[in-house]
Structure formats: structure tokens, C-alpha cells
């Protein structure tokens, strides 16, 4: 069983930047950041795996940036430039194997409880 736990959502002006953080308690191949507004499908934003490969969805490229620290399995999403449209709840997620990437939510084998970030204009 592979726990995850997010934090770092919150409110913040367009424009402006926020980072999140997954605790992860035991190393998994493929680890993402998925959003769900609100009337909305939850969407993939960001996949990293194998410590340096990474994927994005068009909205959030050249705006956020997915990292992974080796030393305390901490996943992270840099989120800059946030519009209006990036409020949701993002959950942190992990899967076993590949495919990884940012279209693989049904292969996800692992949930992190959620974290809300609002985005003012």
C-alpha cells in the first residue's frame, strides 16, 4: 500500500504562484498531479517517472513544472502564471507500471485526499 499526502493548495491572484507537495511513502514507477473543477471530469495536469521524464497537458505547459526529490520521495508541482481556469482540487496520484503520463488515470493505483487551489482574477 503506497500512501500519498498532499499539501500547499490554497488562494492566490491570477498571475501568481503556488508549489505542491506529495509525501510519498514508498517509492512507485509513475507518480502525477490530476484537477477536478468544479461540473468538471477530473483531468491529467502533469506525470513524472523514472526520476527525470516528465508530461504535461497543453493547458499547463510552460507554466507548471513536476519535480521528484530522491532523498525524501516528495513529489512537486510549480505552478506559475496561475489563471482562473486552474482552480480545482488537485490529487496526487501513483501507479505501478507504465504507460505513464498525463491520459493514464485509469491505470491509477494510488489517491492522495485532494488539495484546493483557487485562483482569483
Known amino acids: 500500500q503506497v500512501q500519498l499526502v498532499e499539501s500547499g493548495g490554497g488562494s492566490v491572484q491570477a498571475g501568481g504562484s503556488l508549489r505542491l507537495s506529495c509525501g510519498v511513502s514508498?517509492?512507485?514507477?509513475?507518480m502525477g498531479w490530476y484537477r477536478q473543477a468544479p461540473g468538471k471530469e477530473r483531468e491529467g495536469v502533469a506525470a513524472?517517472?523514472?526520476?527525470?521524464?516528465?508530461a504535461y497537458a497543453d493547458s499547463v505547459k510552460g507554466r507548471f513544472t513536476i519535480s521528484q526529490d530522491k532523498t525524501s520521495n516528495t513529489v512537486y508541482l510549480q505552478m506559475d502564471s496561475l489563471k482562473p481556469e486552474d482552480t480545482a482540487v488537485y490529487y496526487c496520484?501513483?501507479?505501478?507500471?507504465?504507460?505513464?503520463?498525463?491520459?493514464?488515470?485509469?491505470?491509477?493505483?494510488?489517491w492522495g485526499q485532494g488539495t484546493q487551489v483557487t485562483v482569483s482574477s
Open positions: 496520484a501513483a501507479k505501478r507500471d507504465s504507460p505513464c503520463g498525463v491520459n493514464e488515470e485509469r491505470g491509477v493505483n494510488y
Open positions: 514508498k517509492y512507485t514507477y509513475c
Open positions: 513524472i517517472w523514472a526520476w527525470e521524464y516528465s
